[in-house]
């Protein structure tokens, strides 16, 4: 089993609707949960962090997270054609080899928005 | 805040010939630098650690040798492939994290790099 799993897609969606990005993590005992975007060809940029169970939003995201399921997810809002990239979960393990501040990068999931 | 850049953002350069590439954090102090390597359509992999003033920590699989990595001050860590082979040619990308935000990191632009 992966250590932090995402669908890759793609997810295709239509302009206006809301996306979903999902993303499991191994280790119960993770405290730190975020989402990058990566268009293609570029570096990955972060979006958002989650600490907390719950939800958390900024604009037109909100992460999800349940700690007791090891799931976070990303919602995205009003989708448009710019959102269009590869989203990353990456997950700072608290298993006993990091480093403490290594993260746990998902392969990602590709999101299409279609106009 | 939390800029990263790299430099240089392309290179090309022949078989055998070694390459250094700069990562810089503009704003902030960095206590921890990563290098990673991606492959088209593939996901980041983690090549090494480094933190200041300190020798990096390598994952396994990669040769040390061949990627040497020097983080001589809290703002500047530089990734040299020695001796390239095409096969080294990639995508490479560093990431910073501050000591007031440990976990979070921040991606520099990326090098990409062709060897001949």
């Known amino acids: 089993q992966k250590e932090v799993e995402q669908n890759s897609g793609p997810l295709s969606v239509p302009e206006g609707a809301i996306a979903s990005l999902n993303c499991t993590y191994s280790?119960?005992?993770?405290?730190?949960f975020f989402w990058y975007r990566q268009y293609s060809g570029k570096s990955p940029e972060l979006i958002m962090f989650?600490?907390?169970?719950g939800d958390k939003e900024d604009g037109r995201f909100t992460a999800q997270l349940n700690k007791a399921s090891q799931y976070v997810s990303l919602l995205i809002r009003d989708s448009q054609p710019s959102d269009s990239a590869t989203y990353l979960c990456a997950v700072n393990l608290s298993s006993g080899n990091n480093a403490g501040n290594m993260l746990t990068f998902g392969g990602g999931t590709r999101l299409m928005v279609k106009p | 805040g939390a800029v990263v850049s790299q430099h240089p953002s392309r290179v090309i350069c022949k078989s055998g010939t070694s390459v250094k590439i700069e990562c810089r954090s503009l704003?902030?102090?960095?206590?921890?630098m990563f290098w990673y390597r991606q492959f088209p359509k593939k996901s980041l992999m983690l090549m090494a650690t480094?933190?200041?003033?300190?020798?990096?920590?390598?994952e396994q699989g990669v040769e040390k040798d061949k990627f040497l990595i020097n983080h001589a001050s809290l703002t500047l860590s530089t990734l040299t492939v020695t001796s390239a082979h095409p096969e080294d040619s990639s995508f490479y990308i560093c990431?910073?994290?501050?000591?007031?935000?440990?976990?979070?990191?921040?991606f520099g632009p990326g090098t990409r790099l062709t060897v001949l």
């Open positions: 990431s910073a994290s501050t000591a007031g935000e440990t976990d979070t990191q921040y």
């Open positions: 480094s933190n200041e003033g300190s020798k990096a920590t390598y």
């Open positions: 704003d902030f102090q960095a206590t921890t």
């Open positions: 989650i600490y907390s169970n």
């Open positions: 280790d119960r005992g993770s405290q730190s």
